[in-house]
């Protein structure tokens, strides 16, 4: 088979997930539909909007046609990954396609006028150039990976869980959000009731630079509060976020705080969203792809930031130790399960430029 013959089957098959990716967007219509999107979104939270649809659907699949017990994908890694951790991928499994960007080396120059032109292959920078190197996106291919269910081997080690009781919060996630807020020159306070927030349980002042939370909530609720209070700040008081309107910063910081507040086994049956289309706009395919990025983002951030015990959002337990064992070569699918964007969607284009 000719390189081109190969370039064409995988546009192919690129163009094929993200018609799936493209289609199930169009599905979302209620707040519980999109609640549904969170609750898989918080289950593989460690991987991209991108992904974690693909595989929660085609697990979905599965299940429905007896090919698997369990209708959560659990755990899931790469060929290479599964051998690594001392697993075999099932003989005759079939794995689950992601998208997996191709990324590709750049060399450009700058002039002392600030100028810049891409090198040519081979070519040197003339006299008073800076050379830059950057990845650049090139476009998509498609990849495989297996759910932990079809796999069989060395046990994989129990992530450890909180075992929360009815109002509590785990412990060091309130200070380690608070921690966030702080550093980016945000106040923390108390206010005494609802009413003195008029009618909210927080609020955040870009103006002043301050965060207040309602304390006569329970732990959890404060903790909740303060998660939601965060995701304003991380992705609302620059540009794009404060241009967005108000429906929507606010599914999207609700959003984060359901996608945190998940993974660490807090109660989420308190959280309700909107109809789509009261915050989706005239181009709701295009605004759910970038909100889907955006909460993405920012609840990585705060989990990253968390010191209690939360799910590994479908990362296989001791992973990193060993992949580092093996080789970087076992790496390759794992990180670009992390980094497809889904702001991306719609790119057919698969191969880097020769």
Do not use: C
């Amino acid at each position: 088979m000719s390189k081109e013959e190969q370039r064409t089957i995988m546009a192919a098959k690129v163009a094929a997930a993200q018609a799936i990716l493209e289609a199930e967007i169009v599905k979302l219509h209620s707040g519980e539909d999109w609640l549904n999107y969170l609750d898989f979104a918080a289950k593989l939270h460690a991987y991209s909007p991108n992904n974690a649809q693909l595989i929660t659907l085609q697990h979905a699949k599965a299940f429905e046609e007896g090919r698997v017990e369990d209708p959560s994908p659990g755990f899931v890694a790469g060929f290479n990954t599964w051998r690594a951790l001392g697993r075999q991928v099932e003989k005759g499994q079939r794995g689950y396609a992601i998208l997996a960007p191709v990324r590709y080396t750049q060399r450009s120059v700058a002039n002392r006028d600030g100028v810049v032109r891409v090198l040519r292959p081979g070519e040197a920078p003339d006299p008073g150039e800076t050379e830059q190197i950057q990845q650049v996106l090139g476009g998509f291919k498609v990849e495989y990976v297996f759910s932990h269910s079809r796999t069989t081997g060395v046990a994989l080690p129990e992530p450890p869980m909180p075992k929360l009781l009815e109002g509590e919060a785990p412990s060091g996630l309130g200070e380690a959000v608070m921690t966030l807020v702080t550093e980016r020159g945000f106040t923390v306070g108390t206010a005494a009731s609802l009413t003195e927030l008029k009618g909210a349980n927080g609020v955040t002042d870009f103006m002043v630079r301050s965060v207040r939370i309602r304390e006569d909530m329970d732990d959890a609720a404060m903790v909740k509060t303060m998660i939601h209070e965060a995701a304003h700040v991380l992705l609302h008081e620059t540009v794009p976020g404060s241009l967005l309107d108000r429906p929507r910063q606010e599914v999207e910081a609700e959003s984060v705080a359901f996608i945190v507040a998940a993974a660490h086994g807090m109660s989420s049956g308190d959280y309700s969203f909107p109809y789509v289309a009261a915050w989706a706009g005239p181009d709701p395919a295009k605004t759910i792809a970038q909100t889907q990025a955006r909460v993405s983002q920012a609840a990585k951030v705060i989990l990253g930031a968390s010191p209690a015990p939360h799910t590994t959002g479908g990362k296989v337990p001791g992973i990193e130790l060993a992949l580092a064992r093996a080789g970087s070569e076992s790496n390759a699918v794992l990180s670009r399960l992390e980094q497809t964007d889904i702001r991306l969607i719609g790119r057919t284009d698969v191969a880097a430029p020769q």
